[in-house]
């Protein structure tokens, strides 16, 4: 997942293009993120008790990854399988999303791949460290590949706080580097239902620009579903008068099925 498919700078670029208003990420999701969103394929390790697989299916009215639409506002389907060897916290997987970068010459799937180690420090912290490689597809001939990979590293805390960190030695095929930094939280509240929240900064090498992203929402677990409805936003601003002049500002609603 990646905030677009040019620099921060020319992601400013479809400010000019009509959008119509969904994650996951997600994100960075996110990769990129995530989340929620949506989230892209940031990947949770930790597979259920008694199964070594994990699975999810979603359906959200957009896909946002580190605060930005990676479906030009539109909606996405989405798709995941994580596999972990037994107790060992060694897990692989892959997580797949329609997208849109508002260039009719771009891609038009994400596939990405992951492979990490999740570990219990204690009753309170765990540590997850991953290397995700982001795939698109579908793009024309010429338009070139914005394939990259990252690392990430998560320290979580009591299961309700998770500080992230990830560098990109070349983000997406630039010839620069792109560090990410997020700090995400999800508290129970009854009922089924959970908060979340989290604010996260992108920052690019080469004086290639950062910004600054948030989110909050809140969830609802009805049988075999989750029900989440998150809001996203972020410090770019594009002209005033463009129909979307936020890279994301907006709600997004989203449903989960998966084990």
Known sequence: MRP????????????????????????????????????????????????NVEWSLALTSDYVFRGVTQTDYDPALQAGLTYTFGDSGIYVGGWTSNIDFADSTGPNLEFDTYIGWSHDLNDKWNIDL????????????????????????????????????????????????????????????GHDFSLNAGIGHSDFSDDNGSYNDWNIGVSHAWGPATFALNYYDTNIDFDSDAEHHHASDEFVLSVTLGN
């Not at 995530?34 to 199964?51: F, K, L, R």
């Not at 982001?134 to 309700?160: C, H, L, P, Q, R």
Request: glycine letters at 6%; proline letters at 4%.
């Open 130 to 189: 991953s290397a995700v490689h982001y795939s698109y597809f579908g793009e024309s001939d010429g338009y070139g590949s914005v394939d990259y990979t990252e690392v990430i590293g998560k320290a979580a805390w009591n299961e309700m706080l998770t500080l992230t960190v990830a560098y990109a030695p070349d983000y997406s095929n630039l010839d620069y580097s792109s560090v990410y930094v997020n700090l995400g939280g999800s508290w129970e509240i």
């Open 4 to 51: 677009n498919t040019l620099a921060l700078a020319l992601a400013l670029a479809f400010v000019s293009l009509p959008m119509s208003a969904l994650a996951q990420e997600a994100a960075e999701a996110a990769p990129q993120d995530a989340a929620a969103q949506n989230q892209a394929p940031e990947a949770d390790a930790a597979a259920e008790e008694g199964s």
